[in-house]
């Protein structure tokens, strides 16, 4: 009798847990306004361990389409989706930019 294992197909793995998917925050920040940033995420009720990026870069492109390059630095740490707007609203409450705040699936 031969055994053969069975193999259960998954196209759309995630790490999980109670609080939602564990995804990839990244932040764009202005150099000079990175201090304040982590500020912010030190005061957060949940570790954060950023990883940071200096020299990066963003590319804007205007309504009429032409397309400028701004210096950014990026910050970067995992954490629940479930945490996403609580990160939001903690950053729009120390005048940051809530649509600076995007996140991927860990596993991408």
Same mark, same amino acid.
């Given at each position: ?9 998954? =196209?759309?793995? =995630?790490?999980?847990?109670?609080? $939602?998917?564990l ?10 306004? /990175?201090?304040?940033?982590? #500020? =912010?995420?030190?005061? /957060? #009720? ?6 940071? +990026? ?9 309504? #009429? $389409? ?19 707007e ?5 950053l729009?409450?120390? $005048? +940051? #930019? ?8 860990? /596993?991408?």
């Open positions: 009798m031969a055994v053969r294992p069975e193999f259960i197909a998954c =196209t759309n793995p =995630t790490l999980s847990g109670s609080e $939602g998917e995804v990839s925050v990244s932040i764009a920040v202005e150099p000079r306004s /990175l201090e304040a940033l982590l #500020d =912010t995420l030190a005061a /957060l #009720d949940f570790p954060v361990n950023p990883q940071l +990026f200096h020299g990066a870069e963003i590319a804007c492109i205007h309504a #009429d $389409g032409h397309e400028e390059v701004e210096p950014i630095t990026l910050v970067e740490f995992p954490a629940y989706a479930g945490r996403l609580q990160i939001r609203g903690a729009h409450a120390r $005048g +940051f #930019d809530p649509a600076s705040v995007w996140a991927r699936s860990m /596993l991408e």
